[in-house]
């Protein structure tokens, strides 16, 4: 696997050849804010930002898609993917679909989602700046070992990049004769990793991830639970804009033949009032402490009972994204550790 | 001969809002000849005492469905002169370009659907699409074209929501720009052919003539205007400001109406399109003149069903100057500035063309900037008289045609004047000291 | 239903929701494979008294609008209230926080007095009758009307959101309003339009009504976060929610 | 329509297979009966307690329990209670209309476990009849494999009794003790009246040799359970069918989950000892 170092100008050279060939969503900046979105030139990259304001996951599992169409002839798989380069994807956001990876992958395998999965390079690049409620540095992934096709890390006043798989490698084959980093540049990588796992503490979580499976099989009846609920809107924006948040509702929509149609699968949140509702009105999950309860423990101990990963990778995007500020995991894991000692 | 007319349409269709038309007539004596505006009054001066200043056209706009841009565009105005705002040129672009999108918008529906089928001699536009599909299909696009280019800048289809005191809550893309130019361009045929065809219907509309008082926008240097410039005149040079309105308006209530009605310098004066043209003609750009040309439309013509005839004049005016406020914009570059504003003790006005005709909000703010007093002067409100004294001096003229023949020329008139009843149903003068 | 009769009748308001039923452009013609307009007086000449479902735009406002729509509901199978002004009162309502003289001398002046310019406190048309199904928003989204319309048409109970607009605006990927210190009525508000307004760098003014269960009160606590007062929120929440059960919690 | 670049097309989980209407009757006010057919003529292959995902095209899906016995070849039965869209949509269906089907899904009673060679107690609160029924007929074809069997048969009034003449049957049979309850009678029920934990003290069992089958009703499952700890029955010899909204049945949608588990796939058969800590279970 190659180690190149660019100059900018020679990252946005090779950047822009990609874009010659290839469907890439990059980066960019948006107003003030950050979004990932096609690029139409390497200058629009911000390789710089602090996060970007939806997760990635949306490329691969869309807020709205399409499963199946249906009609005279019944029922058939609608498997829309074409191939494309996700670029500039942080490290927590990549440890978030390693997650996603694997839920849709086990037992029943989802085409839909891994059909996109298989289309998508990414593209992971190193924090370089830290957004404002990022705590990736306290779950563990302000900085991935493995995961993602190519690894982009300024040093300096240049990028190290890195390729993590074949696929990245063929997406690097424009840069064969570029200058391979040396040695001083990967210590200096190490630098930038060392710093970034220290940096991305905007808020400090008091226990270690693996403990909080622990923690919160002994905190099920946590006065925080009410406590917080009260002021919650059953919004479901923390639920949305989370990068490992993956729940979806169905739906059909019939053409005015009222035979031909879709079935779509679209976002949804258990943090909805109707999320566990069913036909007759019994909903399982009726108050919202209920519901807010059943968020964190989903993130921190149900997933992690299934697939040994706790499901919060510390984007921090809920915590900005909660418009009454009671959606900071970080603040309640703290809190429930406070009470065990 | 003896002969009784008995006219009493209840709740003229195809327009907007309710209205009836009474006539009655016998041996050639005009016994009862009235339009009445029996439409459920709102009072939007009285909503909006109270509510802060941001809140105000989310409020008005909601006055018409038809016209929401323009009174969006009102009430900004008045609030911005009231605080002492202004706003950058880019910003004044841009508010001009969407104000179009609802000129577009609104004279294709008018033509196109509610004014064609009289035309045509048939109830509503559907029959059309089986008869008259290729034009049918033409107005569609260009009302389609109207409304999503509303909705990309102004961020919705009616009642717009980026339009704030002191700029842009958010910004139409340079590349959006480059696709509106494209698709305005390349509906420049479309336009014309639809032109054509009402060219070759305008036989069709009654002729009838009678000497009126127009009132319309005029900019200075002069333009072709919709959204800058004073309150002017036909029947006098001098251009009132918006500030003055009142002293233009001079609305009173009539017992046939809910909504209020205006005069001048006469009984009563026409507002919109023929307005428009008769005061600015000179100032159409070259394409919109030869259009008026084809339709042998002239400075001076007082047949109020001509209006229809000047809006189409003014949707090519439209397209044209929208072209050119893109060219201007793109080659300054979209900045990325957006709206700021804070709330400051004030009176103010606003006057801008809605389709049907000049339109006039006025308020006054508290230092933290709710509204302690509204006036909006509407442009059908300013027409209904008109419409009544057109109707006294249409009617005599008609009386020997057929029940139904007259029926027809009543409606058709009311159409003419694409009247917006919903929107005049809802001011008064308030004395402002 | 096989191919409905359909009548639309609009009281007082701005028929901006008729308009966006104009806007569906070709769209109208596909709506008009599965119904049959037998009046609508905004676009055609036709009227008729029989009818299967009939759609009702605006608000009352006058005792014999009241007596109209009883009698409309009287021969409709089905009635549906379209947009704000019927299914809320929508900025109508605004009104009702004065007095009824005091509104008319407001905008009438010394004609106050005037036997036609009589007014009532607004009601939604759900105050007066029996809904079926309301079509939200001010104006109703379009696409959530033909979506309706076919439904009835199939027989299928149509599905509206009851969670809040802040689902839609995250799904289209936006910077929440409150990140700007602007008060934003999503939160509380019944989704079903797609967000345009946050979309287009605007708040949320509530033209939806709000979702059954807004936790108003939450909204109220945290006004100060945002260096607001509980009095913005209330103003604001007045626009769309004059007289509406929450709003002055 | 599977893209060219899959190498191997995978089965896609949601993609319905068309099965034909046999059989539609009502059976109560609420409730039809159904008998279907995959089209392709491939046996549905399910176990008792198990469900399928049914498509109806431009209403939706929804998750219904199939009420036949495997034992039963070449179609299978559901009853469905008219509660909304879907299930409305299905209300209005006719022999010869198609359906979707996706499934079997989900766990399912341990009629060729933990069941055999024990007596059976089946306890059904109105529509929990339907799944139950799969293994009711089950045990009654392989009768040798099982000890005696008692059915007790719970319903809110006598006119939402389901299954009446299979119920004959099942009372005749050998070695099995059935019992009939109405929460409020009417002029011609002559059975007993009372809510169906009532009728649970009436039948003897040896808790030591029973396994006991309870679906109903959420609220049903918690007075049931109490009863049945009285008489000594062992949380690990209680199996329950819990319900629960379900968009996609195969453990991905999040929809269903109680606390951790998955009633799609966890579910909706549970042993009563491996949820009784599952705090949002009972
Ligand atoms: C494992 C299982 C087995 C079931 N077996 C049967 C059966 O044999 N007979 C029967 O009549 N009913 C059964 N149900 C209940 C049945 O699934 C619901 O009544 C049905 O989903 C209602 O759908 P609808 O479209 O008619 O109602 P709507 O109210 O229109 O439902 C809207 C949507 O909500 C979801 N939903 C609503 N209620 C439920 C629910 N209870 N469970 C899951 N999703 C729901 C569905 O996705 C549905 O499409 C079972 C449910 C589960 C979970
Ligand atoms: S729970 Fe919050 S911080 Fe954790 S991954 Fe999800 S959005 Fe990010
Ligand atoms: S974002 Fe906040 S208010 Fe909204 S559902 Fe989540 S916790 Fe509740
Ligand atoms: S902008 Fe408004 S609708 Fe969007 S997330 Fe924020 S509060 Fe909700």
């Not at chain 3, 000449?45 to 479902?53: C, F």
Request: aromatic residues 8%; charged residues 25%.
């Amino acid at each position: 696997m190659s180690i190149k170092k660019l100059e900018p100008a020679a990252l946005n050279r090779w950047v822009d050849g990609i874009l010659q060939k290839q469907k890439v969503y990059g980066i960019q900046a948006r107003g003030d804010k950050f979004v990932f979105d096609q690029l139409d030139r390497a200058d629009q990259l911000r390789l710089d930002y602090d996060v970007s304001v939806t997760a990635p996951k949306a490329f691969l599992q869309p807020p709205c898609e399409t499963l199946l169409r249906f009609g005279e002839k019944g029922f058939e798989s609608v498997v829309e993917s074409e191939p494309f380069v996700l670029f500039g994807v942080h490290p927590y956001d990549m440890a978030a679909i390693l997650q996603m990876d694997v839920v849709f992958a086990e037992g029943n395998p989802d085409i839909h989602y891994l059909e996109r999965r298989k289309n998508a390079t990414i593209v992971v690049c190193d924090v370089q700046n830290a957004s404002e409620n990022v705590f990736a540095g306290c779950m563990g992934t302000a900085v991935l070992e493995s995961g993602g096709d190519v690894l982009v890390t300024r040093v300096g006043s240049a990028y190290v990049v890195e390729s993590r798989s074949a696929r990245g490698e063929a997406l690097m084959e424009t840069i064969a004769t570029a200058p391979v980093a040396g040695a001083r540049d990967l210590g200096e990588r190490k630098a930038v990793w060392e710093k970034n796992r220290k940096l991305l503490r905007r808020h400090e979580l008091k226990v270690k991830p693996e403990q909080l499976p622990a923690l919160l099989e002994k905190s099920y009846d946590h006065p925080v639970w009410e406590e917080k609920a009260k002021r919650c809107f059953s919004c479901g924006s923390c639920n949305l804009v989370c990068p490992t948040c993956y729940c979806f509702n169905v739906r059909d929509t019939v053409s005015y033949n009222l035979k031909d149609g879709e079935r779509e699968r679209v976002w949804d949140g258990c943090m909805l009032a109707e999320f566990a509702l069913v036909a007759g009105g019994h909903n399982f999950r009726k108050k919202k402490a209920e519901r807010y309860r059943h968020r964190y423990y989903r993130k921190g101990k149900y997933l992690h009972d299934m697939h040994k990963q706790i499901a919060c990778v510390g984007c921090g995007r809920c915590i900005t994204a909660c418009v009454t500020k009671i959606a900071n995991p970080v603040e309640i894991y703290n809190r429930l550790a406070e009470g065990q000692k | 001969m003896s002969k009784t007319v008995d006219i009493h349409v209840h709740h003229i269709t195809r327009v907007e809002g309710h209205g009836n038309i009474r006539l009655r007539a016998e041996d050639g004596k005009v016994l009862q000849c009235e339009w009445q505006v029996p439409e459920a009054p709102r009072f939007f001066e009285a909503m909006v005492l109270g509510r802060s200043y941001e809140d105000i056209q989310t409020i008005v706009s909601r006055i018409c469905g038809i016209c929401s841009v323009t009174h969006t565009f009102a009430a900004i105005k008045a609030i911005e002169d009231a605080m002492g705002i202004t706003v950058s040129e880019q910003c004044d672009k841009l508010r001009m370009l969407l104000h179009y999108s609802e000129q577009m918008e609104s004279h294709s529906l008018h033509v196109g659907y509610l004014v064609a089928p009289d035309l045509l001699g048939v109830k509503s536009v559907v029959p059309l699409v089986a008869s008259h599909p290729e034009v049918v299909k033409k107005v569609i696009k260009l009302h389609r074209i109207g409304n999503q280019w509303m909705e990309a800048i102004g961020g919705r289809m009616t009642h717009p929501v980026t339009v704030k005191p002191g700029g842009f809550a958010s910004l139409p893309t340079e590349k959006y720009l480059r696709e509106l130019k494209a698709t305005l361009t390349e509906c420049i045929p479309d336009l014309k052919a639809v032109a054509e065809v009402v060219l070759s219907l305008a036989g069709k509309l009654p002729a009838f003539e009678r000497p009126t008082e127009y009132v319309a926008l005029v900019d200075s240097p002069r333009a072709y205007s919709f959204y800058h410039g004073g309150i002017g005149t036909t029947d006098s040079d001098e251009i009132v400001r918006p500030q003055e309105f009142e002293r233009v308006a001079n609305e009173y209530v009539s017992p046939q109406s809910t909504a209020k009605w205006c005069k001048w310098h006469r009984e009563s004066y026409m507002v919109g399109a023929l307005a428009r043209f008769n005061l600015n003609a000179e100032q159409l750009l070259p394409l919109a003149a030869a259009t008026a040309k084809m339709f042998g439309l002239k400075k001076g013509c007082c047949n109020p069903y001509m209006n229809n005839v000047a809006q189409v004049v003014e949707l090519v005016q439209v397209i044209e100057h929208s072209l050119q406020l893109i060219d201007e914009l793109l080659t300054a570059g979209i900045k990325p500035e957006l709206a700021k504003s804070t709330p400051r003790e004030g009176e103010g006005a606003g006057a801008v063309e809605a389709p049907r005709g000049i339109l006039f909000h006025r308020y006054a703010f508290d230092k933290k900037g709710n509204c302690v007093k509204a006036n909006c002067c509407i442009p059908t409100n300013q027409n209904h008289a008109n419409i009544q004294k057109d109707f006294e001096a249409l009617v005599p003229q008609f009386l020997g045609e057929s029940q139904d023949d007259i029926r027809l020329k009543m409606e058709m008139l009311v159409r003419a004047y694409d009247p917006c009843i919903s929107c005049s149903t809802h001011f008064l003068n308030v004395e402002f000291v | 239903m096989s191919k409905p009769r359909v009548a639309i009748f609009d009281f007082a308001c701005c028929e901006g929701c008729q308009l966006q039923v104009v806007n569906l452009e070709e769209e109208l013609l596909d709506v008009l494979s599965v119904v049959t307009p037998v009046e609508w007086r905004e676009a055609m000449s036709e009227q008729s008294e029989e009818y299967d479902i009939a759609i009702i735009e605006g608000s009352i406002t006058r005792p014999e609008d009241e007596e109209r729509v009883k009698k409309i509901r009287e021969r409709a199978k089905i009635l549906i209230a379209l947009g704000a002004c019927a299914t809320t009162g929508g900025v109508n309502k605004l009104k009702n926080n004065f007095g009824m003289d005091e509104v008319r001398t407001i905008v009438y002046g010394k004609d106050a007095a005037m036997p036609h310019l009589n007014t009532m406190p607004t009601k939604s048309v759900a105050e007066v009758v029996k809904v079926d199904y309301m079509v939200h928003g001010c104006p109703i989204n379009n696409k959530e009307f033909t979506y309706i319309v076919r439904c009835l048409v199939m027989g299928k109970q149509p599905v509206i959101p009851n969670y809040p607009v802040c689902v839609e605006c995250k799904m289209r990927g936006n910077v929440c309003r409150y990140e700007y210190g602007e008060i934003c009525l999503g939160p509380v508000t019944r989704a079903g339009c797609n967000a345009p307004c946050p979309s287009a760098g605007f708040w949320c003014f509530g033209c939806r009504g709000y979702v059954d269960d807004p936790n108003v009160q939450a909204a109220r606590e945290v006004m100060d976060k945002y260096g607001k007062t509980v009095e913005d929120l209330k103003s604001r929440l007045l626009l769309f929610g004059s007289k509406q059960e929450h709003t002055d919690e | 329509m599977i893209s060219s670049n899959t190498a191997q097309p995978m089965k896609d989980i949601y993609l319905p297979e068309p099965a034909d209407v046999l059989k539609a009757s009502p059976m109560t006010a609420l409730e039809m009966f159904f008998e279907f057919r995959l089209a392709s003529g491939r046996e549905l292959g399910h176990m008792p307690g198990q469900f399928v995902e049914v498509s109806i095209p431009g209403i939706g899906e929804a998750p219904i329990s199939i009420s036949s016995s495997p034992t039963q070849k070449g179609s299978f039965q559901m009853v469905v209670r008219k509660v909304g869209n879907v299930s409305g949509a299905m209300h209005a269906l006719s022999a010869g209309r198609q359906v979707g089907i996706r499934g079997p899904f989900g766990t399912h009673f341990p009629v060729d476990g933990e069941m055999k060679g024990k007596d059976i107690l089946f306890i059904c609160g109105g529509i929990g009849l339907v799944p139950v029924r799969s293994a009711i007929n089950y045990v009654l074809d392989h009768r040798d494999d099982y000890g005696h069997v008692t059915i007790l048969f719970g319903t809110k009034t006598p006119a939402d009794r389901l299954f009446t003449d299979e119920m004959q049957r099942w009372a005749s049979a050998k070695d099995v003790t059935f019992m009939e309850t109405v929460d409020r009678g009417d002029d011609a029920w002559k059975g007993n009246v009372g809510v169906i934990t009532t009728l649970i003290p009436k039948v003897r069992l040896d808790p030591a040799r029973t396994v006991a089958v309870v679906c109903g009703p959420p609220i049903m499952y918690k007075f049931v359970i109490l009863e049945l700890d009285k008489v000594g029955l062992k949380a690990d010899r209680m199996y329950v069918s819990l319900e629960r909204h379900m968009k996609c049945g195969v453990g991905k949608c999040g929809h269903c989950q109680v606390n951790g588990l998955y009633a799609c796939q966890d579910g909706a058969v549970f042993k009563y000892s491996d949820i009784a800590s599952v705090r949002e279970a009972i």
